[in-house]
């Protein structure tokens, strides 16, 4: 019987897409719409971390790679907590610029 491969923040695929990610994105929120200090220590609750978009559930029930860079997007720290636990709002937008 085959073993599930774990998904996820460990391997080097994973460090190595983060990095991309971290390296060649925009640092804007995709939960909340504002910008990243990158300077800050990754503790930090306003921090840049990597987040699934759509989540490690859904990705491995459609069978795709969570570890692909394509399925991850730039948020802040804690903005990614809040969505992991339900409390996070997608930013705004309008349909047209009033």
Request: glycine share 6%.
């Amino acid at each position: 019987m085959p073993v599930a491969r774990c998904a996820g923040r460990s391997g080097s695929r994973w460090r190595d897409a983060v990095a991309l990610l971290k390296r060649e994105s925009v640092p804007i929120c995709h939960l909340c719409g504002r910008d990243i200090d990158m300077t800050l220590h990754y503790l930090d609750p306003m921090a840049w971390q990597a987040d699934h978009d759509p989540s490690i559930a859904v990705l491995l029930a459609r069978g795709d790679d969570p570890d692909d860079v394509q399925w991850l997007k730039p948020s802040h720290r804690i903005c990614n907590q809040k969505k992991g636990s339900g409390q996070a709002r997608r930013p705004v937008t309008a349909s047209k610029r009033w």
